[in-house]
């Protein structure tokens, strides 16, 4: 079994739990703090896949949370959160699937997913308080979501069957 991670973890009050079960699954974290604590859990069933986590917490109170579980063959997660007291659980069943968050902003609630194969997510999001509900069943679906700072601060999609296509732009974006 070849297992490959590697960690950069500054701050002794970071945490990252790794269950990898599976051929050449691997994982990069880096973790740093400022006044906050952050955790990862990340669980890879299966074979060839591949997780990069980067968490930063800013000054302020309440700890960044990512929890991950990729279930099946060759998935990609990617995943980055900037702020505090941010929680994020993703879940991906399936062959090839791809998603990819990075979140900016303080006290966001994040749920995403994804059941199938060939599907993917891509969430760029800047701003406070959301909370998002992202399910995406079936193959060769994708959804793209980046909000900026938008009044939107409660979101669900459901997105299910074969070859469907969501992009979902909102917010405050220069011109």
């Known amino acids: 079994m070849a297992v490959f991670l590697n960690f950069e973890i500054h701050s002794q009050s970071n ?29 890879q069933i299966g074979d060839l896949n591949k997780a990069v986590l980067s968490q930063q917490a800013s000054v302020g109170l309440g700890q960044n ?18 702020g ?9 069943s399936g062959n090839d699937n791809f998603y990819e968050l990075t979140l900016t902003g303080n006290y966001n609630d994040l749920t995403a997913l994804q059941s199938g194969s060939g599907n993917t997510i891509i ?8 909370k998002i509900d992202i399910k995406q069943l079936g193959n060769e679906n994708s959804i793209i979501h980046i909000d ?11 997105q299910s069957g074969t070859g469907a296509r969501l992009m979902l732009v909102n917010g405050l974006y220069p011109k």
Do not use: C, P, R, W
């Open 15 to 43: 945490e990252a739990y790794i269950e990898q079960v599976g051929y050449g699954n691997t994982a990069e974290i880096f973790q740093e703090k400022h006044t906050s604590d952050n955790f990862i859990y990340l669980s």
């Open 65 to 82: 949370t990512l929890e991950l579980y990729q279930i099946g063959l060759s998935n990609m997660l990617i995943a980055s959160q900037i």
């Open 84 to 92: 505090f007291g941010n929680y994020s659980s993703v879940t991906q």
């Open 123 to 130: 969430q760029e999001l800047s701003g406070s308080s959301y």
């Open 148 to 158: 900026s700072y938008s009044s939107i601060l409660q979101m669900s999609i459901i």
